[in-house]
């Protein structure tokens, strides 16, 4: 009896065990025919797993077909095919070299678990509205799953045209996808093609394939570039739900003539970044896969002006990683009714003008950062938005004429560099073999630097007047020395100048002032374009007509607004086309050079000072990559900021070596703590005694490595595991460049801490 139960109960064991052996069998069958089959489909669907190998088998299409994941062949060059979801007018970008692929909406339904309907729609649609709905402060997204839009879709050469229509809404407009024989694609939105019906239902912002090239969590390998000063990289990895929100910024700056804080959309997390905003200063961003050797370099073609950058990482919002830009069609203002407090809240007139972004699509090993930044200068060369200039080093050494502090009565001039003081100081330096110079002069003017206008030549009599500041500009030109009158063009000083017309009234017709937090002059007014192109236009003939032709312009170098006159809008296209004008016209009749200037204005000036060394250093940013002095290198030289307001000078010191941004500094022949009761107090460091040896370092140490590319290109730039930075030139020269406090050998070289050396491309 006890065996019968034995052999019972063995029974009952091993038939599970046989069970489970045999569905592991089928299951392993079932799984290889599976996976066969799919290695034979041209169909691949999107990625499963949360390694990069799982998910890079998701992002290749090894065979040629015409259809991937229910979307259409379209378009095809050499290079690249183009597919199309007419539905939500999603599109798949094939590399037919590879067969990886970027996709612009999410069609995975494990990433959309646990999202709800508004982000849903919006990772499912190629094109995504934000509805100004009356005077809503909140813009309700209309995705093109959920809002009912009716979509016609007509095949054309290269590409297809879309019609969209939001007949909820009453509004709509044309989209228009084309590739090139280039290896990029366009997408553009005309002005004319948009209509809207309704007084209370309006379009506030459009975003155009808001999730070309997006991935899910850590499942790829690569990085967002985002234009976040000198150029910034958020990596693609799984960021844990660190982050609540990413990366947003308005290319070309802030618009102080609508209050944005009052423009809200579901994008507005609880994150808030202190620190302040390096400028965006060229329209652009990007998505690359180093995986799948497959990326984009986005550049915002019309538009700009209106547009803003956006680079999510993974967490914030939802699941996924994503960069796109979007453009402003129309916004909120609050309008003030009386002076006790009273308001009502206002929606702006349609902004008026087309849309366009061309995507330049990189693969292979041109699938980086770099490969990004050596399209973008192709770009603009080929476009004339760069010419060539003369890239020879120069150290830059500004100097500070005069301001003022007040003084019982009346304002007492504090006099810092005088025109004798900068003779002497040139002729230190030169004995000591610092013959390269470019200088500009600020607060040469009678009033001192925050006299605002000035519309002619007129010096100062505490640095010497009109006499000894020709005499200076003339010695200097036969010492070889490229010294520059200073002037801000944009900013009046109400103390000083009458401002009660011709200034920047914002979209509220209240004046818009510039608290400077400083006791002597508190505030400042900006001219409007016209005022500001009369004031430029008496100013540069009286220069000429002082034989001087060596200028240069702040303000409306990198300042763009909306304003009112008149009761009409006047938007950020106005104002720039107005400044663009001007500087061209200028920039034909003199030696120009403008501060810190926008993409737009690059090719009317043959220097660019005050280029950003680096980012914003958001906490959500994974590296810093010196993107603009790639494009820039080579082309057109650059200035960095003050060398004197660095905490850390030998960190700086190896920035520049990096970035090949050539150094600057702000000098005083008198102590800064004589401006202490001035609106220049916050220059606390700048005699130049204090300074004369490290001019004299940086100046001997950036010329010889300089000399050593002179014209060249900067191609590649890597960041290694082992702690070094690595920099190529298209000559063949390497810069190796150790942050670090230990020595680092590589390739025989040893690079001590904190310093570099060059070598040879391999």
């Known amino acids: 009896m006890e065996t019968k139960k034995k052999g019972k109960k063995l029974w009952i064991a091993i038939v599970p065990i046989c069970l489970l052996l045999m569905a592991g069998i089928i299951t392993v069958v079932f799984r290889s025919g599976v996976e066969a089959e799919a290695k034979n489909s041209p169909i691949v669907n999107a990625p499963k797993g949360t390694g990069s190998s799982a998910a890079l088998s998701g992002a290749i299409v090894p065979d040629t077909t015409q259809t991937i994941n229910d979307h259409k062949l379209v378009a095809e060059n050499e290079n690249y095919q ?4 007419e539905s939500t007018l999603s599109i798949i970008v094939r590399d037919k070299n590879s067969g990886a692929i970027m996709e612009s909406t999410v ?9 709800n309907a508004t982000w849903s729609g919006f990772l499912q649609s190629g094109v995504v509205v934000e509805l100004q709905e009356d005077t809503n402060k909140l813009q309700k997204k209309l995705d093109l799953v959920n809002s009912g839009a009716k979509i016609t879709v007509n095949l054309v050469k290269g590409g297809f045209q879309a019609k969209i229509d939001y007949p909820n809404y009453q509004f709509g407009f044309d989209m228009e996808v084309l590739l090139y024989d280039d290896g990029s694609f366009t997408a553009s939105i005309p002005e004319y093609s948009i209509y809207e019906n309704s007084e209370k239902q309006k379009i506030g912002n459009i975003y155009i394939f808001p999730l070309l090239g997006h991935t899910y969590l850590g499942e790829r390998e690569g990085y967002m570039l985002i234009p976040d000063g000198n150029g910034a990289l958020i990596y693609l990895n799984d960021k844990e739900g660190r982050f609540s929100a990413g990366y947003s910024q308005k290319v070309f700056g802030s618009d102080i003539g609508i209050d944005e804080s009052y423009i809200l959309s579901l994008f507005w997390g609880k994150y808030e970044t202190h620190n302040d905003a390096e400028k965006v200063l060229a329209p652009i961003f990007g998505m690359v896969h180093t995986d799948s050797e497959l990326g984009y370099l986005a550049v915002i073609e019309k538009g700009a002006e209106e547009a803003t950058i956006w680079a999510t990482p993974n967490g914030a919002y939802t699941n996924y990683n994503w960069t796109t830009a979007s453009f402003r069609k129309s916004a909120t203002y609050v309008q003030p009714t ?27 090993k041109n699938a980086t950062y770099t490969g990004l930044a050596n399209r973008y200068r192709d770009y603009l060369l080929e476009q004339n938005e760069l010419q060539k200039s003369d890239n020879s080093f120069n150290i830059r050494l500004d100097f500070l004429g005069a301001d003022v502090e007040n003084w019982l009565l009346f304002k007492k001039d504090v006099t810092m560099t005088t025109t004798e003081n900068i003779e002497e100081i040139y002729e230190s330096l ?3 073999g610092v013959v390269d110079i470019i200088s500009l002069y600020k607060g040469w003017q009678d009033g001192g630097i925050w006299d605002l206008p000035v519309t002619s030549f007129d010096a100062g009599g505490s640095i010497g007047g009109n006499r000894k500041l020709k005499n200076l500009i003339k010695s200097s030109k036969e010492k070889g020395i490229r010294l520059y009158l200073y002037q801000d063009v944009m900013r009046a000083n109400p103390d000083t100048s009458n401002t009660t017309f011709n200034t920047v009234k914002k979209m509220d017709k209240r004046l818009y002032s510039e608290n400077t937090h400083r006791d002597v002059f508190e505030e400042f007014v900006y001219w409007t374009p016209s005022k500001t192109t009369s004031v430029v236009n008496k100013l540069v003939k009286s220069f000429l007509k002082n034989d001087i032709n060596q200028i240069a312009f702040s303000g409306i170098s ?3 607004y909306t304003y009112t006159i008149n009761d009409t809008m006047r938007t950020r296209q106005s104002t720039r086309e107005s400044y663009e004008k001007l500087i061209s016209s200028i920039s034909e009749q003199t030696d120009l050079l403008l501060e810190e200037p926008l993409s737009c204005y690059w090719k009317y000036t043959d220097v660019l000072i005050d280029m950003p060394m680096g980012d914003s250093d958001y906490i959500f940013t994974d590296q810093s990559v010196p993107f603009l002095s790639m494009v820039l290198k080579g082309i057109i030289p650059m200035y960095g900021n003050y060398v004197n307001f660095e905490a850390n000078k030998d960190q700086y010191f190896l920035k520049l070596i990096e970035t090949g941004i050539f150094p600057s500094f702000y000098l005083t022949y008198e102590d800064p703590a004589k401006l202490i009761y001035t ?33 060249s290109y900067m191609i590649e730039h890597e960041k ?5 930075t690595v920099v190529t030139y298209n000559n063949g020269v390497r810069f190796y460049i150790n942050y670090s406090k230990k020595d680092i050998v590589m390739n025989g070289i040893t690079v001590p801490a904190m310093s570099y050396k060059v070598g040879e491309a391999e």
């Not at 183009?82 to 979801?85: I, P, T």
């Not at 069609?107 to 999202?115: A, F, I």
């Not at 460091?685 to 001997?700: A, L, M």
């Not at 290694?720 to 070094?724: A, F, K, Q, R, S």
């Open 107 to 115: 069609h995975n339904d494990k990433g959309l678990e646990g999202t």
């Open 558 to 560: 990198n300042n763009l």
């Open 430 to 432: 030169q004995k000591q």
């Open 720 to 724: 290694l595991d082992n702690g070094l």
């Open 679 to 711: 609106n220049s107090c916050n220059i606390y460091s700048s005699e130049y005694r204090v300074y004369r040896d490290t001019i004299v370092k940086y100046y001997n140490e950036l010329k010889k490595a300089d000399d050593l590319i002179k014209d």
């Open 82 to 85: 183009l597919y199309l979801y």
């Open 338 to 364: 009386s002076n006790s407090g009273g308001s009502v809240t206002k929606v702006t007139d349609r902004i008026s003008y087309d849309i366009q972004v061309r995507y330049f699509m990189v693969h292979g």
